[in-house]
Nanobody, 126 residues
Framework: QVQLVESGGGSVQAGGSLRLSCAVA????????VGWFRQAPGKEREGVAA????????VYADSVKGRFTISQDTAKNNMYLQMNSLKPEDTAIYYC???????????????????WGQGTQVTVSS
């Protein structure tokens, strides 16, 4: 089993920054791939950023490229999403997720992930 707990959400004005954290526990072999997803009211959940924890390779949704950065600490017990230049359309509940294996090209698909956190709210006002 893998447990994930998000923190760091909140309210910020457009143009501001937030850093989300995800505390990850459980066998490292069960969380080789980690990602951040978000779901806005009335919309489907979408992939924001993901990475392979071994090589540290990352991928991003076009909507956040250049603004968001996914990272992990050296012990791989915490995952982060640094969000800069926030826009009102970034308002959503943000979730972290993990899975033992995800094929290339599918890292931003929520259906590929087995383990999920409970989510943290991010609100960006104009």
């Amino acid at each position: 089993q893998v447990q994930l707990v998000e923190s760091g959400g909140g309210s910020v004005q457009a143009g501001g920054s937030l850093r989300l954290s995800c505390a990850v526990a459980g066998a490292t072999s069960r969380r080789n791939y980690v990602g951040w997803f978000r779901q806005a009211p009335g919309k489907e959940r979408e992939g924001v950023a993901a990475m392979g924890t071994g090589a540290g390779t990352s991928v991003y949704a076009d909507s956040v490229k250049g603004r968001f950065t996914i990272s992990q600490d050296t012990a791989k017990n915490n995952m982060y999403l640094q969000m800069n230049s926030l826009k009102p359309e970034d308002t959503a509940i943000y979730y972290c997720a993990a899975d033992p294996y995800i094929a290339g090209g599918r890292w931003l698909r929520d259906t590929e992930y087995r383990y999920w956190g409970q989510g943290t709210q991010v609100t960006v006002s104009s």
